[in-house]
C-alpha cells in the first residue's frame, strides 16, 4: 500500500511529495494498530503536525508516518517514491547504500523499528 503526502512540498522527487509504502497484511492487521489521525488528544491535528489527516504507526520510525496525508493506493508494488527509495532505508551494521544497490538488495521497514523486515537481500 502507498501512502502518498500532498505534492510540491518538497524538492525532490518527480512531484515533491513524501511518501512511502507498507506491505498490505502489514497495513491491515489490527495488531499493528495503524490509524489514518485526524485528531489528537481530542483536537484536530495542528499544520505542524500533519493536519487534516496523518499516518500513525505506533512503534515505527517517524520516516513511515506520512503527514499531510493525501492519497492512499493499493499497488503490487513498493513505493518508488523518492523519500521512500533514498531515505526510509534501514541497512544491516557494516552495510553501505552503495553496496546495497550494486547487489540488488530491497531493505524496507515495514513494522517497529525492533522488527524491521529485511526482504530480498544477500551478502556475500
Same mark, same amino acid.
Given at each position: 500500500? +502507498? @501512502?502518498?503526502?500532498? #505534492?510540491? #512540498?518538497?524538492?525532490?522527487?518527480?512531484?515533491?511529495?513524501?511518501?512511502?509504502?507498507?506491505?498490505?497484511?502489514?497495513?491491515?492487521?489490527?495488531?499493528? %494498530?495503524?490509524?489514518?489521525?485526524?485528531?489528537? $488528544?481530542?483536537?484536530?491535528? /495542528?499544520? %505542524? +503536525?500533519?493536519?487534516?489527516?496523518?499516518?500513525?504507526?505506533?512503534?515505527? &520510525?517517524?520516516?513511515?508516518?506520512?503527514?499531510?496525508? /493525501?492519497?492512499? !493506493?493499493?499497488?503490487?508494488? #513498493?513505493? %518508488? $517514491?523518492?523519500?521512500? *527509495? +533514498?531515505?526510509?532505508?534501514?541497512?544491516? =551494521?557494516? &552495510? !553501505?547504500? %552503495? *553496496? =546495497?544497490? /550494486? #547487489?540488488?538488495?530491497? @531493505?524496507?521497514?515495514?513494522?517497529?523499528?525492533?522488527?524491521?523486515?529485511?526482504?530480498?537481500? +544477500? @551478502?556475500?
Amino acid at each position: 500500500m +502507498h @501512502f502518498n503526502g500532498v #505534492e510540491k #512540498e518538497l524538492p525532490q522527487g518527480t512531484n515533491g511529495s513524501y511518501g512511502t509504502s507498507l506491505i498490505y497484511g502489514t497495513a491491515l492487521n489490527p495488531a499493528n %494498530d495503524i490509524m489514518i489521525a485526524y485528531k489528537h $488528544n481530542g483536537k484536530l491535528l /495542528a499544520p %505542524d +503536525h500533519g493536519y487534516p489527516v496523518r499516518m500513525i504507526i505506533p512503534g515505527g &520510525i517517524g520516516g513511515r508516518m506520512v503527514k499531510w496525508l /493525501a492519497n492512499i !493506493e493499493v499497488l503490487a508494488t #513498493e513505493s %518508488d $517514491n523518492f523519500y521512500h *527509495q +533514498h531515505d526510509n532505508k534501514v541497512l544491516p =551494521a557494516g &552495510i !553501505e547504500m %552503495d *553496496q =546495497a544497490n /550494486a #547487489e540488488g538488495a530491497c @531493505f524496507c521497514c515495514f513494522s517497529t523499528f525492533s522488527g524491521c523486515t529485511l526482504r530480498s537481500s +544477500h @551478502f556475500t
